[in-house]
């Protein structure tokens, strides 16, 4: 029997798409290219982010989705019809039961937002899920138990903090701080320290490349180019991590201060709980070297990534589907 029900991980950055039955089958960037003046749509995914900071003036390559929140509601419906006929063919009798991911600190307008776009999109029902916890049931979590566990999804527009147990959340918050706000760091620091302007791509390929959220043993070096601000030139100038650390510990610093107000309102038995399991993270954000070591540093909670963080919220939302299925089906 083919099935054709989806876990759909809504990103700010990216999208990922897991069916039942087959795991996470598509991830692609969350950019749709459109042409100003006919309206239509003129790539979807990795061929549009390809497309970022570099289109005529008539094409235009966007981001739908501003801090895990639909900004533009037609683009974000055309692009998830664009995904869904894309993961699971064209050939199905059945709409599919599509469970969506969301920030847990949407409000009801946003997450009826995502529903009616998901229903647009060919859903034959649609299960909102938050994020924490889709990312605490892919990173391995038992979330059924009444013990408390930490999960910190850093994604591309948020980042989602929640103590869970008993297969709810106790307490939560979600901060728009995460991934892009890295890359502005690094294009702001640039920009002040060696007169560059750099775009958002470079700066992305310099925070992978070697961005550092905690000092080094030994500094990394990259040369990176851009124009220069003073002679409207292009220029190169070598970077070190030792400076990416300077230019992100504003941001990073901000994520850790949001654990630790979450931590501040944790009951005490869960509190105990977290202080023996540790703190997990989840999410491209958490890829950022030395984030770990900085989480620990600052909570004295020793922090572990799941093993792989980028696809963590897909396999939890998909699984999450799964259980919802039999569940329906019986």
């Given amino acids: 029997m083919q099935y054709t029900d989806i876990g759909i991980d809504l990103g700010t950055a990216s999208i990922l798409v897991y069916l039942r039955g087959k795991g996470v089958v598509l991830k692609e960037p969350s950019v749709v290219a459109y042409d100003r003046d006919t309206e239509k749509i003129r790539a979807i995914g990795e061929d549009a982010r390809l497309m970022l900071g570099r289109t005529p003036g008539n094409i235009v390559a966007v981001r739908p989705l501003r801090q895990g929140v639909i900004s533009d509601y037609k683009v974000t419906e055309q692009m998830m019809k664009y995904f869904i006929t894309k993961a699971i063919g064209r050939k199905t009798f059945r709409k599919p039961?599509?469970?969506?991911?969301?920030?847990?600190?949407?409000?009801?307008?946003?997450?009826?937002?995502?529903e009616d776009a998901t229903l647009m999109a060919g859903a034959r029902y649609v299960k909102i899920i938050e994020e924490p916890i889709a990312a605490a049931i892919g990173a391995g979590i038992d979330i059924t138990k009444p013990c408390g566990n930490m999960i910190v999804d850093i994604g591309g527009g948020t980042s989602d903090i929640a103590v869970i147990s008993l297969g709810g959340t106790v307490v939560s918050t979600s901060v728009k701080i995460a991934g892009d706000d890295f890359d502005e760091a690094i294009v702001r620091y640039m920009r002040k320290k060696h007169n560059l302007l750099i775009g958002e791509r470079t700066a992305e390929d310099i925070k992978i490349k070697i961005g550092a959220a905690y000092p080094r043993a030994e500094a990394d070096y990259m040369d990176v180019r851009g124009r220069n601000?003073?002679?409207?030139?292009?220029?190169?100038?070598?970077?070190?991590?030792?400076?990416?650390?300077?230019?992100?510990?504003?941001?990073?610093?901000?994520?850790?201060?949001?654990?630790?107000?979450?931590?501040?309102?944790?009951?005490?038995?869960?509190?105990?709980?977290?202080?023996?399991?540790?703190?997990?993270?989840?999410?491209?954000?958490?890829?950022?070297?030395?984030?770990?070591?900085?989480?620990?540093?600052?909570?004295?909670?020793?922090?572990?990534?799941?093993?792989?963080?980028?696809?963590?919220?897909?396999?939890?939302?998909?699984?999450?589907?799964?259980?919802?299925?039999?569940?329906?089906?019986?």
């Fill in 97 to 114: 039961l599509i469970a969506v991911c969301v920030p847990s600190g949407v409000t009801e307008v946003e997450r009826k937002a995502v």
């Fill in 229 to 330: 601000l003073v002679t409207g030139l292009p220029k190169t100038v070598k970077v070190s991590s030792e400076e990416t650390e300077e230019a992100l510990r504003e941001t990073t610093t901000q994520i850790v201060e949001a654990i630790h107000g979450v931590l501040e309102k944790t009951p005490p038995e869960l509190a105990a709980d977290i202080a023996d399991r540790g703190i997990v993270l989840t999410g491209g954000g958490s890829l950022l070297r030395g984030l770990e070591d900085l989480i620990a540093s600052k909570t004295g909670i020793n922090t572990v990534t799941a093993e792989d963080p980028m696809t963590a919220v897909a396999i939890g939302t998909g699984r999450y589907v799964e259980f919802l299925a039999g569940y329906r089906e019986e």
